[in-house]
């Protein structure tokens, strides 16, 4: 069956789409991300998209070509930890039809397929059900939690960390 989400990794052309898209996902987006809401700090995201240790991914619906979600795979260690973090949003008005969930399987079988990841780890705020129960679909195991983990909008968030090895991997 052909995927109803297609990914690439960002250019500079996804600038002022994503903006606006981000802009317009505000309400669903705090407290749990900031993603970029301005040419600036979208700018800083494409250059930290070095494609050595973070690569960030546009997931666009397949039928009218809308950005759905980003998914970015980042701090990427090679040698004999071949390990990285995940961490994903979506988009207002595109939730509860499972693209979210396409779109992060895809990319978690880039890095264990394309990159030869052996883990992939994504840190969750505890209170942000949909994020946890998407992880929970792909088959990720919840490792441990870790108080005051992530600084988020100027704040400290305790997160949960969930993860998945290659092998287990069922994509």
């Not at 994903?88 to 779109?103: F, Q």
Request: hydrophobic share 40%; net charge positive; glycine share 12%.
């Amino acid at each position: 069956m052909l995927s109803r989400v297609v990914i690439r990794t960002v250019n500079a052309t996804d600038a002022a789409e994503l903006i606006a898209a981000n802009l317009a996902s505000i309400a669903l987006h705090e407290p749990w991300v900031s993603p970029c809401r301005d040419q600036a700090s979208f700018l800083g995201y494409l250059a930290r998209c070095d494609g050595e240790r973070s690569l960030g991914f546009i997931a666009r619906e397949r039928e009218s070509g809308r950005i759905i979600g980003v998914v970015n795979v980042s701090e990427i260690v090679r040698g004999f930890f071949q390990s990285a973090y995940l961490g994903y949003y979506g988009m207002a008005g595109l939730s509860g039809r499972g693209l979210m969930t396409e779109a992060v399987g895809q990319v978690v079988s880039h890095g264990f397929n394309a990159l030869g990841l052996h883990r992939l780890e994504a840190n969750i705020q505890p209170g942000n059900e949909p994020s946890r129960a998407l992880v929970k679909r792909l088959g990720f195991r919840q490792e441990g939690y870790s108080p005051r983990y992530l600084k988020i909008s100027g704040e400290w968030r305790d997160h949960e960390r969930w993860a998945v090895l290659a092998d287990d991997w069922r994509g």
